[in-house]
């Protein structure tokens, strides 16, 4: 059974940071291509950022490039996403997702094979 656990969320005020981490399980971890996707209340899930299955290449949305990195780490079948400079804008419930085979980073969330149940990040002013 496959499961992705996010883990990491919270409080925190503009300009701090917080280090999501998700958890894979059930899966050939490596075979995966990686995102973090966010949802704020009353708005669509958007992509945030990506990493390809051996972590040579990663995309970011425009709103958080230079603020966010996402990491992975094949041995421990773990993804990370370093949040840096949060604004309140960034508020959101923020999940993993796995894609299956893809060479490339994958922004559409309709292709996600997989996906967490996600983790609160609130920015206060």
């Known amino acids: 059974q496959v499961q992705l656990v996010e883990s990491g969320g919270g409080s925190v005020q503009a300009g701090g940071s917080l280090r999501l981490s998700c958890a894979a399980s059930g899966v050939l971890f490596s075979s995966y291509t990686m995102d973090w996707f966010r949802q704020a209340p009353g708005l669509e899930r958007e992509f945030v950022a990506g990493?390809?299955?051996?972590?040579?290449?990663?995309r970011y949305a425009d709103s958080v490039k230079g603020r966010f990195t996402i990491s992975r780490d094949n041995a421990k079948n773990t993804v990370h996403l370093q949040m840096n400079s949060l604004k309140p804008e960034d508020t959101a419930a923020y999940y993993c997702?796995?894609?299956w085979g893809s060479g490339s980073v994958i922004t559409r969330a309709d292709m996600m094979n997989y996906w967490g149940k996600g983790t609160l990040v609130t920015v206060s002013v």
């Open positions: 997702a796995a894609a």
């Open positions: 990493i390809t299955r051996s972590g040579g290449s990663s």
